[in-house]
């Protein structure tokens, strides 16, 4: 399945197919080798069988990991499938904001987006309230205008200057890892706040000041913002970059006056 989906994931991107279409896209070409068989067995359990909900389950993973790799790398032909190192929260972030920025969206496609990442609406609003009800919601009433997933009303995700909730990006929740887009959201706080011996203090905690993952989110930050014509966050973003290419720098000379 991994091997028929990798060239149909890449045929729907270059036909420009996005959103939720290119989740559902891949859901008929990753079932055709699970129907091949009567039964489909799991190797690492003795007598279990892979039921087709847990099937899609993995396919819609490497969908979203498909499409958050192009996010991250900024289109080009990245090849992350599979081998996706980004958290469920920061993964959900980046696809929400990839496809409505920080506008309100229809509950139907953020919920297929948070099932495929392995989370619920519940996880994301409780994270720090990362994910919130827009104007008027009313996720609990029946959907009447026809958005995907049969969810009615509308989230938005929380502006990262409203995220100012106690202990952001410091200790890890339910056994989950800090999320990169919670420290991303904290450091831009603290540059605000002009606290750069915080920010170098945050960084060298938490081992990003050398993370080209982190410098990769930020990049892929600075090219939403961009879109959304985010101008105070864009150029607080950069201003972020650059500090962290400045250190990287500093830490190269260091390291060669040491040696």
């Known amino acids: ?32 080798s699970y129907s091949r068989f009567p039964a489909v067995r799991k190797a690492a359990e003795q007598n279990a069988f892979m039921g087709v909900n847990e099937f899609l389950a993995h396919v819609r993973r490497m969908v979203v990991d498909f499409v958050v790799g192009r996010v991250l790398t900024r289109g080009e032909d990245a090849d992350l499938l599979g081998d996706h190192p980004l958290d469920d929260v920061t993964t959900y972030y980046l696809l929400h904001r990839a496809d409505f920025g920080l506008k309100e969206a229809p509950a139907g496609p953020c919920i297929l987006y948070a099932i495929s990442c392995g989370l619920s609406e519940r996880d994301l609003a409780d994270h720090g309230g990362l994910l919130i009800k827009g104007k008027g919601a009313a996720p609990d009433e029946a959907d009447e205008s026809g958005d995907e997933g049969g969810s009615g009303g509308k989230l938005k995700l929380k502006p990262w200057k409203a995220r100012t909730h106690r202990g952001l990006a410091e200790e890890p929740s339910r056994g989950r890892p800090i999320p990169l887009i919670d420290h991303c959201h904290r450091l831009m706080q603290l540059w605000v706040a002009a606290d750069v011996a915080q920010v170098n203090a945050h960084l060298d905690r938490h081992g990003l000041r050398q993370s080209p993952l982190f410098a990769q989110l930020i990049q892929a930050l600075i090219e939403q913002s961009r879109a959304d014509g985010s101008t105070e966050e864009r150029s607080l973003l950069e201003r972020l970059a650059n500090h962290l290419r400045q250190l990287g720098s500093t830490s190269q000379t260091a390291l060669a006056l040491g040696d």
């Open 1 to 32: 399945m991994e091997t028929s989906i990798r060239l149909r994931l890449r045929e729907f991107w270059d036909a420009g197919i996005r959103g939720p279409d290119f989740v559902w896209a891949a859901t008929g070409p990753a079932l055709e």
